[in-house]
């Protein structure tokens, strides 16, 4: 069956400008989680989403991202005001939820480069 | 706060010798336990995990891990290590008293040698 896609698989902007990065989860997920992923690190936390609602968001470093899953499906992480220091591999995830049926499945990643 | 560790960068093996990649966490609560591996231009993909039950996991690919609560770690280990299994290794953990926020460790890069 399809795994999680994300959209597009690299994005070269501006400093300054707006990006959208959009994740399409496994059919079915409940769960969707973003992570950001720099050079020689290991994944770091952003934000998680049970069904529509971010259930925890602490991950997001400033008010700069944002991200929604409007319908509980597919999901966008927006950037404002790209510095180069947001350039990074940035990670989707989708899951159930089931208590020892969380394995998370990854998507490809969208490699974000910020001149 | 929950957090987890690996110690090393990388950790060099002769094919057919045993690996062991080290892991060690810190919640507050229970933990849950995974490994994922990372192939050279693909996603992380999913090893093993320990939820609840017997300490030792067996997972893909012949790799296996066991939970030592006391020491509060999570090696991940392989009896007879091959080529193929170089790659980046993540060792993550989730509180599960917490929300469904997971932490990944900064990654361990094993190369197997022929």
């Known amino acids: 069956g399809a795994g999680v896609s994300q959209t597009p698989s690299n994005k070269v902007t501006e400093k300054g400008k707006y990006v959208e990065l959009r994740c399409d989860p496994i059919?079915?997920?409940?769960?969707l989680y973003w992570y950001r992923q720099s050079l020689g690190q290991g994944p770091e936390f952003l934000i998680y989403?049970?069904?529509?609602?971010?259930?925890?968001d602490s991950g997001l470093p400033n008010d700069r991202f944002f991200a929604v899953r409007p319908e509980g499906s597919v999901s966008t992480l927006k950037i404002q005001r790209t510095e180069r220091g947001d350039s990074a591999v940035y990670l989707c995830?989708?899951?159930?939820?089931?208590?020892?049926?969380?394995?998370?499945?990854f998507g490809p990643g969208t490699r974000l480069l910020v001149l | 706060a929950q957090s987890v560790a690996q110690p090393e960068d990388q950790v060099n093996v002769a094919e057919g010798n045993p690996l062991t990649v080290k892991c060690t966490y810190s919640?507050?609560?229970?933990?849950?336990l995974f490994w994922y591996v990372q192939y050279p231009n693909r996603g992380l993909q999913f090893l093993l995990k320990?939820?609840?039950?017997?300490?030792l996991v067996k997972g893909s690919y012949g790799f296996e891990a066991e939970f030592n609560k006391s020491q509060t770690s999570f090696h991940l280990k392989k009896p007879s290590a091959l080529v193929s299994d170089s790659a980046l290794y993540f060792c993550?953990?989730?509180?599960?008293?917490?929300?469904?926020?997971?932490?990944f460790g900064t990654g361990t890069r094993l190369k197997v040698l022929a």
């Open positions: 995830a989708s899951s159930t939820t089931s208590v020892g049926q969380e394995t998370q499945y």
């Open positions: 059919s079915g997920h409940t769960a």
């Open positions: 989403f049970q069904g529509t609602g971010a259930a925890d």
């Open positions: 919640v507050s609560g229970n933990p849950y």
């Open positions: 320990y939820i609840t039950g017997d300490n």
């Open positions: 993550a953990v989730r509180d599960s008293t917490g929300t469904y926020k997971y932490i």
